[in-house]
């Protein structure tokens, strides 16, 4: 970044801030809000700023990125009103922590690919004075199910529980599945739940050891299956029809016409 630009960030940042400082003093809405409050707001705006990616609108990105900055703004100036920290100790914290995690980088470590940056992330979080005293303990869990399936094994990949083979993953995915099978057999509705959940996670884990990132594969079918129900339901009622009056075979026929446009 050049030192034009630095400045220019620089100068909108601070007046953020002071704009902040106003709001907080002047408008009601803004007066009364916690970091409770703000809490459940913050993760709507995480997850517009994720369909912004998705939707690779660098406009809409750029709208998003500003509403969550706001969010750690108003999170800061809300610390500064209790004396527990300020703009300042967050940015200094975020600092030294990059600095002491990226020693390959500001140290003499050397490392040969982004798999081993990662494994040294997570053995440096565990020597942090405040870090974690378990692997798993930095897991948030309030994460969604999938995703947080997949932090955890990445935490354990980080310090060294994982497959000698990712093949081998092949093995616990189809050994799942004949245990669910069983328990379907069985119509035990309560095992039946556990071993759907047993699958789940070894498939997870399969995407994770093929550079796949489970959330991102399974939003992709997502909207795949949206974009093909849509048209299915589109066509229909141009031929005057309804879904629920159709058989099956016609409604595979429409879907099959969807598949060959994308």
Not at 67 to 87: P, Q, W
Not at 206 to 212: E, F, I, M, Q
């Amino acid at each position: 970044m050049s030192h034009t630009q630095t400045e220019k960030t620089l100068t909108a940042f601070k007046e953020l801030l002071d704009i902040m400082d106003e709001l907080r003093e002047k408008c009601p809405w803004d007066k009364k809000q916690t970091n409770h409050t703000l809490r459940t707001l913050t993760i709507e705006e995480t997850y517009e700023l994720a369909d912004a990616i998705i939707k690779k609108d660098p406009n809409l990105i750029k709208k998003e990125l500003g509403d969550l900055l706001l969010h750690i703004v108003f999170y800061a100036k809300i610390g500064s009103e209790t004396n527990d920290f300020d703009m300042a100790d967050v940015i200094d914290s975020l600092k030294q922590k990059l600095i002491y995690r990226h020693p390959h980088i500001f140290g003499d470590v050397e490392v040969t690919d982004a798999k081993q940056v990662e494994e040294n992330w997570e053995q440096l979080k565990l020597k942090e004075k405040d870090g974690n005293k378990s692997v798993l303990e930095g897991v948030p869990m309030s994460l969604p199910a999938l995703v947080k399936a997949n932090r955890i094994q990445d935490k354990a990949r980080g310090v060294g529980f994982d497959w000698e083979h990712k093949e081998q993953v092949w093995e616990k995915v189809q050994e799942e599945l004949e245990e669910l099978k069983v328990e379907i057999q069985k119509a035990d509705e309560d095992k039946i739940e556990a071993e759907f959940g047993d699958l789940f996670f070894s498939l997870i884990n399969a995407a994770r050891l093929y550079d796949v990132n489970p959330e991102n594969a399974l939003e992709r079918t997502n909207r795949k299956f949206i974009s093909r129900f849509n048209y299915l339901e589109e066509k229909t009622i141009k031929k005057g029809r309804d879904l629920k009056s159709m058989s099956l075979a016609e409604m595979d026929k429409i879907w099959d016409e969807a598949k060959k446009l994308e």
